[in-house]
């Protein structure tokens, strides 16, 4: 890959993305809500044309889960009319398109990991949305990667890991949700499989899962990012953490209870090895320690 063009380029994933291309010394476009409004078929279009990447990566997403509730019309506009107009433009000038989903597609009742073929059951706006703009990309763009990740994590923006370290700031109690398993993923591991395999040439266009082993809850998530916070040198006021149920901490968006995300797939076609999320947790804990 020589040159590609990182959409939602100032998000989570897409300061990874940026970051990691360029340390690989690739030509990367990014491009923000700002400079390209996805939503926008005609700037979509034009500006792909007139870039001439090699390929096109969309970071860009309503990830507000809660909000999505009440701003149906603008997680659809995104999260599916913005991929289809991605779709539709890559698939003119014949380049591929890599695309992120979401475990939230999924509504949990399945005991085990879930794997592609599974079927989807949204349980909410965000998770219909997404799994909307799934089906334009795949309708409308033959060259398509989807990978569908979860509980993403970073030294950007916002997210649970961050969150949870100015809590435990602040607060010497907290009840986190013990009831609802998934793979927390950090930005980093996504970005660099994502380059990865777009080095590699590529055949199997498809939705692929990725996510870091191994699953846990909330609850357990939030125990080992405070233990490593501690042993990074954080100071915490925080003493206990509570074991909660979902029942107990009511959101607007219903959450799946399992969306544990099995990767064999994705590990077996390209050749890889998903790396643990503690490690990937450790030197987002460091950067953060740092800050
Ligand atoms: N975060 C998670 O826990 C999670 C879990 C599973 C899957 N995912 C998926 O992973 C991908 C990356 O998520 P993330 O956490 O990096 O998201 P993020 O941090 O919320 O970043 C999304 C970016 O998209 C931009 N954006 C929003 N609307 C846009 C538009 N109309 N045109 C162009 N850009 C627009 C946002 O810009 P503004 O802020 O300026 O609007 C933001 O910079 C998404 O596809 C998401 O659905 C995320």
Redesign the pocket.
Known sequence: MKKIIV?????????ELMRQAQALHWEVIG????S?????AEAVHSTIKQLNPDAVV???????VDKAETEKALAF???RD?PENLAKACSDMDIPLL??????VFDGRKTTAYVETDSTVPLGV?GES?LAGEQAIADNCEKHLIF???????A?????VKTMLRLGAEREVLGIVADQFGKP?S?AE?ARISLHILQQPIQNWAIYHLAQPDPISWHGFAQALFQQAREAGRALKLKDIHAITTADYPTPAKRPANSVLDCQCLEQTFKLNIRPWRESLAQVIKELVKQ
């Open positions: 959409t939602g380029c100032q998000g989570q994933l897409g300061q491009v923000n809500h700002q390209l409004d996805i939503t926008d969309n970071a860009a997403a309503y990830t507000a506009a995104v999260n913005g695309h992120y989903s979401t475990d939230y965000y997404k569908r990740t979860s509980w993403v994590f970073s950007y923006g916002n997210n649970f993923t930005a996504i």
